[in-house]
């Protein structure tokens, strides 16, 4: 069975732009969390999706969003980018989204806003 | 809201000595926690996981033990080789926002 599958995987984008990333869950999977990855700030929750509706948000701001799709696929937006938004995106996708679920991480997209 | 801490950032062992990361979380009324692996250019490897009415669990080469009285877990790997170099996080259920928090990770780093 493939994996979580991220596109792309490297990004460079300038301040004030956006930036659109696509995550392709395990087959089967309907969940589909995303984080962000600092080194600082390790980990942070960004937002879940399930079944196409937004099931939980972190504390992030509005330029932060995200869908999903009928096949279970997700995006997420970055808009007005900021120096601060380079990170690593990853997203994770389980069965159904439950706390005691494994979830299951993609490779991530790197991007790097100049 | 709860809050996951890692004890050291960076842990060296000699290769085929055992590793113990370290752990510590906030909130008394957590009831899941996780451990995984980051190798480098890749995301997180679920490793192994444990619930609060546990103390101990075991997986392959790994042990998972909770101390919930002074809310700390730790992850121990025996006989520690090469390709357990990787940053190594925790994940604790915050109860309250139904929401993951990982810890900063350690990276384990192993000496021939």
């Known amino acids: 069975k493939a994996g979580v599958t991220q596109t792309p995987r490297y990004l460079i984008k300038t301040r004030g732009q956006q930036v659109t990333l696509s995550c392709s869950p395990i087959s089967g999977h309907r969940s589909v969390s995303w984080y962000q990855q600092t080194p600082g700030q390790g980990l942070q929750f960004l937002f879940e999706?399930?079944?196409?509706?937004?099931?939980n948000k972190g504390n992030f701001p509005g330029r932060f969003s995200g869908r999903q799709f009928s096949n279970s696929r997700s995006e997420m937006n970055v808009s007005t980018l900021e120096l601060g938004d380079s990170a690593l995106y990853l997203c994770a996708s389980s069965v159904a989204g439950g706390l005691r679920e494994t979830q299951y991480f993609g490779p991530g997209t790197r991007l790097l806003v100049l | 809201g709860e809050s996951v801490g890692l004890h050291l950032p960076t842990l060296s062992v000699q290769e085929g000595d055992n590793s113990i990361i370290n752990c510590a979380y906030s909130?008394?009324?957590?009831?899941?926690f996780i451990w995984y692996k980051q190798e480098s250019g890749k995301g997180p490897q679920f490793i192994i996981d444990i619930r609060s009415n546990m103390d101990k669990r075991q997986g392959q080469r790994v042990t998972v033990l909770l101390n919930k009285t002074v809310k700390h877990l730790s992850l121990q790997i025996a006989a520690t080789q090469p390709g357990d170099s990787a940053v190594y996080f925790c994940a604790v259920i915050d109860s309250g926002t139904y929401k993951y928090i990982f810890g900063t990770g350690t990276r384990l780093k192993v000496l021939a």
């Open positions: 909130n008394s009324a957590s009831d899941y």
């Open positions: 999706y399930f079944s196409e509706t937004q099931r």
